[in-house]
């Protein structure tokens, strides 16, 4: 990554600000600063204390950014994403999932020819720096897509990445009428393959590009077949994500298919572990011991909640899954099913959804959500012991938050400690527009709103002309979903 480097300085000091820390203790320091040397944090605490410190030192390689009337987060872990998919956004309104998938999403996806995975990596990665994103796991990566595109934008934005690589294994059960156009490309989405992308791409970009397996979705296709992606994934110690249980009709075909519950069949195949991170779990069976399975097995379930809204899929049933002590983070999906790549608006529907749900006001608190996006995240993703936290010794993946206008008025960062408006509330209620500064491993990647490497002009014009040509070589085409005369 080169273009990141020349915003990078041996010493840089965040001051003034009010710092969310998401330690265990649940620390937040009022007037705080952070002190970041060669990309990770050095020094946390009061403004004062620290930049006596810094003095005594004597530093003169020092940029400072003061932080007066803002709040500093951990950066959020987007552990759910379809990098690909921004180029989608708006083309696939009002279907239900496998309608979605079957007669939108999969044709369109099956037509991404050269640059188009390049192109639409840089939009998605540019809009999840704008709103404070750091890390994220790629859900899926497709072989049209182009592994080496997703890379060399990895390579170039300066964000944190796991790439999951897909693997198909085994074909999709004729009974099910799911006939999925990327099945041409069979041959490129073996166990096989993505074990030598691995080998190539694991620990690249100063080790902020780690490679995944995604499993695809079992729809009827043999149980031993999905076993291989396990037993690999185990053998080799490689991170798993596998989107399970996500519609109403997901959870029959496993009964059916398999006469198991969707968890049982993920420990039988050695899919679930310690980083296993499995997507929107709409529909499990706890009566089966679906919450056991996944809290015994350290295995992680990725809530998003916007998606499962529009796709009609339902809600999860989250708050049973975080009382059993299951590993809970947060993720957008794609924007085809969310429209944005925005944290930010995410853990403002997850902090709120399940109140009405369960008619029970405050059953996730917004301080959990925070952590759903967040050190969970960094949990699921093997990273707690780097990211996730602000604390000494930590990578520097920070984000600096400036609460502005109406719509955050009347907080004031002067009157917390005395019963003022908690910075919590602010944040989880607040959305990605707010976010003024983003750090990646201590390199500065936005500043005052801005991306400092990306040209975002470049990249929406490249956008256009990118799904133009997908969509003639698909013959998918926009709904017209709302019956709109256009004149």
């Known amino acids: 990554m080169n273009m990141a480097r020349s915003s990078q300085t041996r010493l840089r000091l965040l001051m003034n600000a009010t710092i969310v820390t998401v330690n265990k203790s649940r620390e937040i320091i009022l007037d705080g600063a ?3 040397e060669n990309g990770r944090i050095t020094a946390l605490g009061k403004t004062s204390d620290i930049t006596d410190q810094v003095n005594q030192n004597e530093n003169k390689d020092l940029d400072i950014v003061d932080c007066k009337n803002k709040i500093i987060i951990p950066g959020l872990v987007n552990t759910h994403a ?12 009002d279907l239900p999932l496998h309608n979605w998938l079957c007669d939108a999403i999969w044709p369109l996806e099956a037509n991404y020819a050269e640059d188009d995975g390049y192109v639409a990596s840089m939009l998605t990665i540019a809009e999840m720096l704008k709103t404070g994103t750091t890390c994220f796991l790629e859900a899926m990566l497709t072989h049209r897509s182009g592994l080496e595109n997703v890379v060399r934008a990895v390579e170039e934005t300066g964000i944190r990445a796991c790439l999951g690589k897909l693997i198909k294994v085994g074909e999709t059960n004729s009974d099910l009428n799911m006939k999925d156009a990327r099945d041409r490309d069979v041959d490129s989405m073996s166990v096989e393959v993505a074990l030598l992308a691995h080998e190539k791409h694991h620990g690249s970009s100063n080790d902020r590009l780690h490679m995944w397996f995604a499993a695809g979705t079992p729809r009827g296709s043999p149980m031993a077949v999905h076993a291989t992606i396990g037993e690999a994934a185990r053998a080799h110690d490689i991170g798993l994500t596998m989107h399970c249980a996500e519609a109403p009709k997901d959870l029959p075909i496993y009964r059916q298919y398999y006469q198991c519950s969707p968890f049982e069949f993920c420990r ?16 499990p069976d706890p009566a089966a011991g679906d919450f056991d399975i996944l809290r015994e097995s350290k295995s992680t379930v990725s809530h998003n909640p916007t998606s499962n809204l ?4 339902g809600v999860a049933p989250i708050p049973d899954m975080v009382a059993s002590g299951v590993n809970v983070a947060l993720g957008t999906d794609g924007a085809p099913c969310n429209n944005t790549y925005d944290m930010f608006r995410e853990m403002h529907l997850a902090s709120i959804l399940h109140g009405g ?9 917004a301080y959990d959500v925070l952590e759903f996006a967040t050190i969970n995240g960094a949990r699921a993703l093997g ?22 206008g109406v719509s955050c008025a009347p907080w004031d960062p002067n009157e917390q400690a005395s019963g003022g408006i908690d910075p919590i509330t602010v944040l989880i209620h607040s959305s990605g527009a707010d976010v003024d ?51």
């Open 437 to 487: 500064t983003v750090l990646v491993d201590g390199q500065l990647l936005v500043s005052n709103g801005k991306l400092l490497h990306i040209d975002e002009e470049t990249i929406i014009r490249k956008a256009k002309k990118s799904v133009e040509d997908i969509r003639k070589r698909s013959g998918v085409g926009a709904r017209n979903h709302m019956s709109l005369k256009y004149i």
């Open 357 to 365: 749900v369960r008619q029970n006001a405050g059953i996730l608190s």
């Open 268 to 283: 039988d195949t050695q899919l679930t572990g310690p980083k296993s991170v499995f997507a929107h779990c709409v529909h």
């Open 310 to 313: 529009k796709l009609g899929s």
């Open 82 to 93: 379809h990098l690909a998919q921004s180029l989608l956004r708006g083309l696939a309104e």
């Open 34 to 36: 952070i002190l970041v």
């Open 383 to 404: 990273l707690e012991d780097e990211i996730g936290s602000l604390e000494v010794g930590k990578k520097a993946d920070i984000v600096v938050v400036e609460p502005k």
